[in-house]
């Protein structure tokens, strides 16, 4: 598969090492019998599994209802047009105030756990696997968000080594009838830029040249937009956080592992060839949380504070995904560049 073969630029990238011998998709606590149940479920509306969602509209959205829309003066001339409208206007923001895009308690999210434990992805500065990293966010991103509500959301761990198996991680999601695909990773550097120290009596690697939280998403998708739509509200709460973005991809000293910059503010990437995203059905983004190679930065996605506030960015953003009023909603920003090579 063309995407399989391009998928791998980085060690780092638990796309590109990720590989199933079996692949479970876990909510979080369910028993062996729960998760069968699941994966022979069939979604409520299945259409989504072969049609993708598309992003629901923003609470702020000026598009009328259809139903209020018929309540227009144009059909009543005689009544006064400015009541009539401004009794429209209101009842459509009542509408969009009260009524949320998506039901939580149904949205299908899946919450993907970068590498597998045999291949566990990038090394630490401190010689911890980045499959940990992974699995820790993972798995309290998900009891955040179900306890937020959204208690369809499952978490998506793999097992086993090879890389055509990642064509089974996206089946399985494809075949789930999710809605969205998040996919959680935590980045590293080119060998290149690796340098020599001693950890713990242990002869490690790293490098503080770099570091920072990124995400990307592939044109190739098959719903771009809302993709590239989820991860602007990720991305503009990280960046609200404080947290140093991963501005290293756009540089040409990347080479090969270079990538477009569609977001600057948003700190989002175009990653056309990056299996997850390229041939999931559903609207799909990768998150770099931090990096595990900056030693600074290593303790940090370590601790509960900078996961907490990871954690926090996502599901606010999928709150404003569904259409959801959010607490405060980040203005969006114009696209900085599409493409350039
Ligand atoms: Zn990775």
């Known amino acids: 598969m ?11 990238c638990g796309v590109t090492a990720a590989a199933i011998a079996a692949l479970l998709l876990l909510p979080v606590g369910a028993s062996q019998a729960g998760i069968l149940d699941w994966l022979k479920g069939k979604p409520e509306h299945p259409k989504a599994a072969a049609k993708p969602a598309a992003a629901p ?3 702020a959205s000026t598009k009328s209802e ?7 003066p144009a059909a009543k001339p005689a009544e006064k047009p400015q009541a009539a409208e401004k009794q429209v206007a209101e009842k459509e ?21 970068g590498h597998t434990r045999k291949s566990d992805g990038a090394l630490s500065a401190r010689n911890v696997p980045e499959y940990d990293f992974n699995l820790r966010l993972a798995t309290r991103l998900v009891e955040k968000l179900k306890a937020d509500g959204f208690t369809w959301t499952r978490l998506m761990i793999t097992e086993g080594r090879a890389r055509p198996s990642l064509v089974r991680r996206v089946a399985t999601a494809n075949s789930s009838g999710a809605e969205l695909f998040l996919s ?15 950890f713990e009596g242990k002869k490690s690697k790293y490098s503080d040249r770099f570091g920072g939280w990124g995400l990307f998403v592939s044109k190739d998708n098959a719903n771009f937009d809302a993709s590239f739509a989820f991860a602007k509200m990720i991305g503009k709460r990280m960046r609200a956080q404080g947290f140093r973005f991963a501005e290293q991809y756009s540089q040409p000293i990347m080479g090969k592992y270079r990538h477009d910059l569609l977001d600057k503010n948003a700190g989002i990437y175009r990653y056309d060839h990056l299996v997850v995203l390229m041939t999931t059905h559903m609207p799909a983004v990768l998150l770099e949380a931090g990096s595990i190679i900056n ?5 940090q996605v370590a601790g509960q504070e900078r996961q907490d506030a990871t954690i926090g960015a996502v599901s606010d953003a999928l709150k404003e995904y569904c259409g959801m009023p959010p607490a405060a909603t980040p203005p969006q920003e114009p696209l900085v560049s599409s493409s350039n090579h």
């Not at 590293?188 to 020599?196: A, H, L, Q, Y």
């Open 57 to 59: 509209k923003p609470v």
């Open 184 to 198: 959680i990773h935590h980045d590293s550097v080119p060998e290149k830029f690796m340098e020599n120290w001693e």
């Open 93 to 113: 923001r009542v509408a969009r105030a009260d009524k949320p895009k998506c039901d939580p308690a149904k949205f299908r999210l899946i919450v993907d756990v």
């Open 2 to 12: 063309r995407g399989a073969s391009k998928s791998t630029p980085l060690r780092r």
């Open 66 to 72: 259809p139903t209020t829309r018929s309540l227009a």
């Open 295 to 299: 030693r600074d930065e290593e303790l």
